[in-house]
């Protein structure tokens, strides 16, 4: 079954540590994968994205991910947090239902809380 | 170009009510597709348009549907509503609804059923 796990439900850091975020996938086919961010209250922005290729992506706000296609992971890395990065981050693959039309498949989410 | 639109943006029903969520895609988007969020439950699928036409459901009773209109707007309306029906309901929309497109969500509308 497609499925998308982040395994950190909660991450706290210090305001200029580095990120990272895991996330792991669960999908037969070549997945298309994404990084979403949500502030309170706010929808969902992109923050990247994976179809293919270089398998290192860069993102806006200084985030990119690797794709590692050997341990279904795409994690999310920042090399500084900001204290405006505090939000909820979402890990999403791009599935084919059975239509054979789109539909994303969120992880839990991480929400990520940043210290001064 | 000016991103998704929903409203209303909040919304208190009681159990048993019906209610309506409007979602405005992007210009030149044709595909609309609905998730729910809940705290327990996390983001779910609900159902995705094209060309007024639903190609997708998600796992969700027959209570919950949706329409979308030639102009690309959609609709989902939820009956008989129930307390587990609290959630916030986001719109997105793309292109033409491929797998690898990147879908855009609206700031999506929070309903409270009491």
């Known amino acids: 079954a497609q499925s998308v796990t982040q395994p950190d439900i909660h991450i706290t850091v210090s305001e200029g540590a580095s990120l990272e975020l895991r996330c792991n996938y669960s999908?037969?086919?070549?997945?298309?994968l994404f990084w979403y961010v949500q502030s309170p209250g706010q929808g969902l922005q992109l923050l990247l994205k994976?179809?293919?290729?270089?398998?290192l992506v860069q993102g806006i706000k200084g985030f990119e991910a690797e794709f590692k296609r050997s341990q279904s992971s795409f994690n999310l890395r920042k090399p500084s947090v900001h204290w405006s990065d505090a939000a909820e981050y979402f890990c999403?693959?791009?599935?084919?239902?059975?239509?054979?039309?789109?539909?994303?498949?969120f992880g839990a989410g991480t929400r990520l809380a940043v210290h001064p | 170009k000016a991103g998704v639109t929903q409203t209303p943006r909040y919304l208190i029903k009681t159990r048993g009510q019906q209610v309506t969520l409007s979602c405005s895609p992007i210009?030149?988007?044709?595909?609309v597709s609905w998730y729910q969020q809940t705290p327990g439950q996390g983001l779910q699928f609900l159902f995705e348009?094209?060309?007024?036409?639903?190609?997708n459901k998600g796992n969700f009773p027959g209570r919950f549907s949706g329409r979308q209109f030639s102009n690309s707007r959609s609709e989902m309306n939820v009956s008989t509503l129930e307390l587990g029906d609290s959630a916030l309901y986001l719109c997105?929309?793309?292109?033409?609804?491929?797998?690898?497109?990147?879908?855009?969500f609206g700031p999506g509308t929070r309903l409270l059923v009491l």
């Open positions: 999403a693959v791009g599935a084919l239902s059975e239509g054979g039309y789109n539909k994303l498949i």
């Open positions: 999908y037969g086919a070549t997945p298309y």
């Open positions: 994976y179809f293919s290729g270089d398998t």
């Open positions: 210009s030149g988007h044709r595909s």
């Open positions: 348009y094209f060309s007024e036409t639903q190609r």
């Open positions: 997105a929309s793309n292109e033409a609804g491929e797998s690898e497109e990147t879908q855009y």
